[in-house]
């Protein structure tokens, strides 16, 4: 159907004949505000609009008067008997042009809006009219598979939503344009920017931030205003004169109560699995609720730390040793197996902390690497930092591991935010050996210089074992190669065994 006012508005009225209890209303293409007051109207394709010789002031002026817009006030009085309604527009809250503006249409003393604003559309991004109302045709089409509300609010188990969700009631509007200015686009988003954030928002963005598994409008536009806030950022860097988007949360003279129900579940059912493990942080001596999102392919792709407000009943995003949140990727062979894994670690700032992940040796193991990104990590320790500061961008790789095929770590190194060997308690390299039943028969420990070592009194310790669990001989050596004691005073253990294999004797 041709988006006109006599199509959206009969379309309006038979949704509202039906009496749903939820009403969500997304617009997308030109808008004004018209009046005294600024009200905010939606213009569909056949809007219009005629002058009028009126006195402003001390001076005769041709006003403009708008012809076929639709009020979203009135729209918003007609669904007074539904409980809950959201009305989301993506649309210019600009005035209506002058009438020096705008251009004749065939139908005198008739001005047409779209090309009275043709200059306002080539300001974003240099589209015409007609590119731009392609673009925001294709994401104004409710049925598009970009958004896919896969709901069935029927089979929600309601003993899961809290109070505030449950008796909610009113309606409320979200307007991605501040008043009196146009509605931002972005070519590389080819739509409107509230449009591009809707689409991500309703695909899961918002689960992904929160710990509960629905939309409602309140953690629908907590996501949008960050996602505007991040995008100027960026914005501000490639270009000074970058436009600020602004997403404007408006009520009603029926106002509103709690937070409206949206959406529940995420868009694609089974496309991802959700647990929610509870942690204790030991440090604070309370407990922190995880959510672990895993893909359709049951691998996992991240996992946020939260506290729950009891008084509220709401989450709030909280850290778990400085953590708030893990990112996981996965790489396979063309055999489908595993060959890298890697996971990064950001705190409360999204600042990324901490990074690690594994990748396959072929023919010797697994590679692990975990570095930290804060100048504030003790290099003379290593110890990672319980939180950072949001500034800071030094990278200082804090260790390097290989594991055997069994999982036996048989190399560690600690490095320096240069990439050179970082000696730790006075150790930069221990070099391990396993036998065939996972015990160690080989530790030896060296300095920067790659020279051995001694550490606990000891630089290098040997061991042969009969079977598992049961060792013949330990020896520990020092850096010179020779005999040298452990921290319990011993350079050597002798263990004898019977016929039968019993433990008889130990010589120290």
Known sequence: MAPTKANIEATYQEVLADNPDTLLFYYSGHGFIEGEGGENFIAPKDVDVKFEKKKVGQVEKEVPIPLNGISLKVMGIQAAKVKRVVFLIDAC?????EAEEASLSKDEGKKNLTIARLSENESDGGKSTKDAEEDKSK????????????????SVKTDKLPKRVLEAEGITMLIGAAPEVSSLEDEDFKSGIFTHFLKKAFNGGVQEENQEEYITEETLSRYIEDRFKHYYELRKKESELAAEPKLYNLTFDRGKKGEILITYHRPIEGHERID???????????????????????KREELRFFAKDKQRDQFYPDSLGGVHKMKYAFENDPKGELKKFEAKQFNLENVEVFQFGTKLLPDKGWEYKGIYNDA???VETGLKPVSTSAGSTTKIRYERQIFDFNGNNILQEYFDNKGQLLEIDGVATVVRAWDFNGEKTLEETYDKDKKLVAKDGFARYTASYK????????????KDGEYANNKSGYAR??????EQGRLTKKLF
């Open 139 to 154: 994401d104004g089409d409710v049925n598009s598979k970009e958004i896919q509300l896969r709901q069935n609010l029927l």
């Open 376 to 378: 504030n990590v003790n």
């Open 276 to 298: 929610k493990p509870v942690y204790f942080d030991e440090s604070r001596d309370r407990e922190v609720n995880g959510k672990l999102v895993y893909n359709e392919k049951g």
């Open 467 to 478: 079977s598992k669990g049961n060792p013949i001989s330990e020896t520990w050596h020092g």
């Open 493 to 498: 253990i002798l263990s004898v065994y019977d």
């Open 93 to 97: 809250r600009s005035p209506l042009p």
